[in-house]
């Protein structure tokens, strides 16, 4: 028969009402025909098959309460979002995780096995069976309490309003008030960071110095978009290890005699990666920390890679190389590491080099994704004998094919912390075989730094201030008085500088450094009583006396500034005010065995009328 | 256009009428299976005024779609006077309340729609949330696509956007012009997954 036109426009018509069932399944592209066809694989059934996948493997996050923005615990759940699990496993952007396996093995490894992915996909092109209820396994069980127990203190912020509109992530540093009385040892610390869908991770900086604090105030500056502060260590406790949060990772008690030593008066930073809002939100993270009596007797220090000040990658680099070696001067074990850069790296890679010259692997990153940073540690510690090169290869790509390009068309990119600047850091977390190797491993890591930045102020004073709290004052007097030249306002390189120099018994030198660093922080105790000190060591006592004065307003309770008063005032004569602050300083800490012999000494003195004008010192010869 | 009819067409000329101009102007909106939030089927194309009409195509449980309320709103704003908003949740198991509560923590001012059997999802052909749709004051889908391109992938979110895609597109509909990319996929959730 003829088909006319007409009916020829009918029938093609007619191709056009399978559209509306077709584009339903626009998402994978296949047409309705296709999901009929029958598979010659056994069916995968979602009670046997995949919810031990996502049971293992995504419910850890994605449960109500986690930082996945669904919930994945039942049929139901994972059957409406399948096509999507699909897409994001296979393209393993889920579940996130960034070493390569084999290339060190890490604890709480969350990658799925190419059979897992396989078997969704099966599960899904199969229809999606729920399969027998026997089959299913038990729902794995979430603490949203305290995964470590109950702890003994748990400090709280005050809830901080996150706002909406910026449309960028935010990095604000929260100064963590610790209400120890005196000196405690940590065992574990467990972050909640309050709101973990808004919270990307956190971690925690020890700063043992309040100089710091005060001298780098804009650090704690709320909403700034750089990443972490500069913590210049030269301080006799070295900081020691990483104490962080992110989506997945369980906290943990650190080994047997690994503790860390917490005084009142250091400072808890707690620095959050924050992911812009689409509403306000309140963030309220709160910290557990778990102490012990023991203080360590093995103590970790995180050694740092990096090439952060040589960065400079031109617009349209694709692969541009950072690397950074540092030969250990000891065994040491690896215990974690905390890979780090910002958006325009691809690939990371850092491995150990043996004096035998084998390779070791601690970690290579072949798809760096910004977002998922975070700390990995290593099952098993790796030991890493003395002499052993640790090295990084980063690569990073400035061209605009590199999706997570902040700057649009490409612009040449330095290192600094700002997310359109870029990084270049390996921190390192190593456990010295023997302890007293600690300094030396600080002192390699810092005659690196300065050898990388030679005009850098902090570089000297650093190595200077390791020098000196191993008592190598010798050789801690160059780089001081270097960093002093490069620096003179830094009150800790001027404190520092004047100890060493006094140490070394050369008080004409060191009573100038001493000033300055009253005069640049006049509340400074330290400084203050070290001047003292160094006068009285020079025979000045009445400009000692002075400055031991103001010590103790300083500090009121430190039992040696009245001692080293009472000591003072006693040798120019000054019995009553001497004995004063001997009962001062026996109030503070009774059975001061300076305080009580010197008060001794002082009263034994004052009895003698004869002796009373006398300006000679304490040991006075009784007249008859 | 008066024509004889072939058997079956004879008795039921409206459906041949309906087809006929659907495939003669392919993208003309229709909407009769899309709800407010009060269960009333609501049409967004309904409006006489011959303004703009623009889909907001969104998901509860979409952090991506979450995350571009503020940008969403400046969005609507800028652009009150000469196009109507909507708001639309694709998802089946989004009832009218939890919309509702959605809408009041999102802060949002724009009326919303429920699109449970993707009728405007089809017409838009959009594929994740969030991504819009922008129909001309005739009603012609002109753009579908992404907002903007601040998230590359989906867990890359640039530090800020470079393209401003919808934008773009809006103030071309409402000065009657063309716009280059008629559609540019955005990054997100998939809209059409199971049930």
Request: hydrophobic share 35%; aromatic share 8%; glycine share 6%.
């Amino acid at each position: 028969m003829n088909i006319g036109f007409r009916s020829k426009v009918f029938l093609a018509c007619l191709g056009l009402i399978p559209l509306g069932v077709r584009t339903s399944l626009a998402g994978s592209g296949r047409s309705v025909a296709e999901e009929q066809k029958p598979k010659s694989q056994a069916a995968r059934t979602f009670n046997r098959d995949v919810a031990p996948v996502v049971f293992n493997h995504c419910a850890a996050c994605h449960r109500p309460g986690g930082s996945g923005p669904f919930s994945l615990l039942t049929y139901q759940d994972v059957r409406s979002h399948a096509r999507q699990i699909a897409a994001v496993t296979a393209n393993r952007f889920m579940p996130p995780w960034l070493p390569e396996p084999g290339y060190g093995k890490f604890v709480g490894e969350r990658r799925l096995t190419d059979e897992q992915i396989q078997t969704i996909q099966q599960w899904i092109s199969g229809g999606t069976p729920e399969g027998a209820a026997a089959d299913l396994p038990p729902l794995p069980t979430f603490s949203d309490g305290w995964e470590l127990g109950k702890p003994d203190l748990v400090v709280k912020l005050p809830p901080y309003v996150l706002l909406a509109g910026a449309n960028t992530d935010s990095w604000p540093r929260f100064v963590l008030p610790i209400p120890v009385s005196g000196t405690r040892y940590v065992r574990g610390v467990e972050i909640h960071p309050g709101n973990p869908k808004l919270v990307h991770h956190c971690y925690i900086a020890v700063d043992r110095t309040q100089t710091l604090h005060i001298a780098n105030g804009e650090v704690y500056e709320v909403g700034s978009t750089g990443m972490d502060g500069q913590f210049a260590s030269g301080n006799a406790e070295l900081d020691s290890r990483f104490l962080t949060w992110r989506p997945g990772s369980p906290p943990y008690m650190e080994p047997e005699g690994m503790t860390w030593r917490l005084d009142k008066d250091t400072d808890l930073i707690l620095i959050m990666h924050l992911l812009s809002p689409g509403k306000s939100e309140p963030i309220q993270p709160s910290v557990g920390f778990y102490f012990s009596d023991q203080p360590p007797t093995k103590t970790p220090m995180i050694v740092r890679l990096e090439q952060d000040g040589n960065i400079d990658i031109p617009a349209g680099a694709r692969d541009f190389e950072i690397s950074d070696d540092l030969e250990l001067p000891a065994d040491v074990k690896v215990l974690s590491i905390l890979p780090h850069a910002h958006y325009l790296c691809k690939e990371m890679r850092v491995f150990a080099t043996l004096p035998d010259g084998t390779r070791q692997w601690l970690i290579w990153v072949k798809r760096w994704d910004f977002d998922w940073q975070g700390v990995f540690r290593y099952a098993e510690p790796v030991s890493l004998p003395k002499g052993t090169i640790l090295s990084m290869r980063y690569t990073y790509d400035n061209s605009s094919d590199n999706a997570r390009n902040p700057n649009s068309p490409p612009r040449r990119v330095v290192g600094g912390q700002k997310s359109t600047e870029e990084m270049a850091d390996a921190w390192i977390e190593v456990l010295p075989e023997r302890r007293e190797d600690l300094f030396a491993l600080e002192i390699a890591m810092m005659r690196h730094k300065l050898a990388k930045y030679p005009q850098e102020p902090s570089g000297y004073a650093d190595l200077g201030a390791a020098l000196r709290a191993m008592g190598k004052n010798q050789e801690a007097l160059d780089p001081l008085r270097q960093a002093a030249q490069l620096n003179p306002n830094n009150v800790q390189v001027q404190n520092n500088l004047g100890a060493v120099l006094g140490s070394l018994g050369n008080f004409d030198e060191a009573i100038p450094h001493f000033r300055e660093a009253l005069n640049l922080r006049p509340d400074y105790f330290m400084a203050c009583f070290n001047l003292a000190n160094a006068l009285r060591l020079h025979g000045d006592l009445p400009q000692a006396t002075r400055y031991l004065q103001q010590a103790v307003e300083l500090k009121p309770d430190s039992v040696e500034a009245h001692n080293q008063l009472g000591l003072v005032q006693a040798r120019q004569g000054k019995l009553k005010e001497a004995i004063a602050q001997f009962q001062e300083a026996l109030r503070i800490k009774p059975n001061d065995p300076l305080a009580q012999q010197s008060l001794e000494r002082a009263q034994a003195a004052d009895s003698e009328p004869e002796t009373r004008n006398k300006t000679s010192k304490p040991d006075i010869e009784i007249r008859p | 256009m008066k024509v004889a009819l072939p058997f079956p067409f004879r008795a039921n000329s409206r459906l041949w009428l309906m087809l006929a101009v659907l495939l003669v102007s392919p993208g003309i909106a229709h909407g009769q299976h899309s709800f407010d939030l009060d269960g009333h089927a609501l049409n967004p194309f309904q409006d006489d005024h011959a303004k703009v009409v623009v889909l907001l195509f969104l998901r509860r449980d979409c952090p991506i779609s979450s995350r571009y309320a503020p940008t969403i709103q400046q969005i609507s704003k800028r652009y009150a006077d000469s196009a109507t908003f909507w708001l639309v949740f694709p998802d089946k198991t989004e009832s009218s309340d939890t919309v509702r509560k959605y809408l009041r923590d999102y802060r949002y001012n724009l009326p919303a729609l429920r699109d449970p059997e993707h009728e405007l999802v089809n017409l838009s052909r959009v594929k994740v949330t969030p991504e819009a749709a922008v129909f001309d004051r005739n009603h012609r889908l002109l753009y579908d696509g992404r907002i903007d391109d601040w998230y590359g992938s989906p867990g890359g979110s640039r530090p800020a956007p470079r393209t401003h895609d919808l934008d773009d597109a809006i103030r071309a509909a409402v000065a009657g012009k063309s716009v280059d990319k008629s559609d540019v996929r955005g990054v997100g959730c998939y809209i059409s997954d199971l049930d």
